[in-house]
């Protein structure tokens, strides 16, 4: 069965760095948009980055930009989120996500969640003194 697993989240100071991995199983990322979304209490989920099929086109919010970097590693199957200078407002549960989607995701409108139809568990990010 297709899954998609998420780690490396954790409790990091205001400044620091995490990186997230998305591994799957079952099917290879090869032909799949990946794309990182974030589900704070009490907030909708949002695209924070999304990366295409190819790798040739890349999405980041615009709170996120310049701080964090998407990529993917066909070798290991597996996409990787890293997080730089972060912020208590980057404080959420995080998702990695797989459409089935060769075209472009350079788009606020691409990287939204009805794109996406697998889904990972989550992984909460904490980002406190």
């Known amino acids: ?3 998609l697993v998420e780690s490396g989240g954790g409790l990091v100071q205001p400044g620091g ?3 997230l991995s998305c591994a799957a199983s079952g099917f ?3 032909y ?3 794309g990182w979304f974030r589900q704070a209490p009490g907030k909708e989920r949002e695209g924070v980055s999304c990366i ?3 790798g040739g086109s890349t999405y980041y919010a615009d709170s996120v930009k310049g701080r964090f970097t998407i990529s993917r590693d066909r070798a290991k199957n597996t996409v990787y989120l890293q997080m730089n200078s972060l912020k208590p407002e980057d ?3 995080y998702y990695c ?3 089935a989607w060769l075209g ?3 788009s606020q409108a691409m990287c939204a969640p009805p794109t996406f139809a697998f889904w990972g568990q989550g992984n909460q990010v904490t980002v406190s003194s």
Request: hydrophobic residues 45%.
């Open 1 to 3: 069965q297709p899954q």
């Open 104 to 106: 472009s995701i350079a």
């Open 32 to 34: 799949y948009a990946i």
């Open 97 to 99: 996500a797989a459409a």
């Open 52 to 54: 295409s099929s190819n």
């Open 17 to 19: 760095s995490l990186r």
């Open 28 to 30: 290879t990322l090869d």
């Open 91 to 93: 404080t959420a549960v």
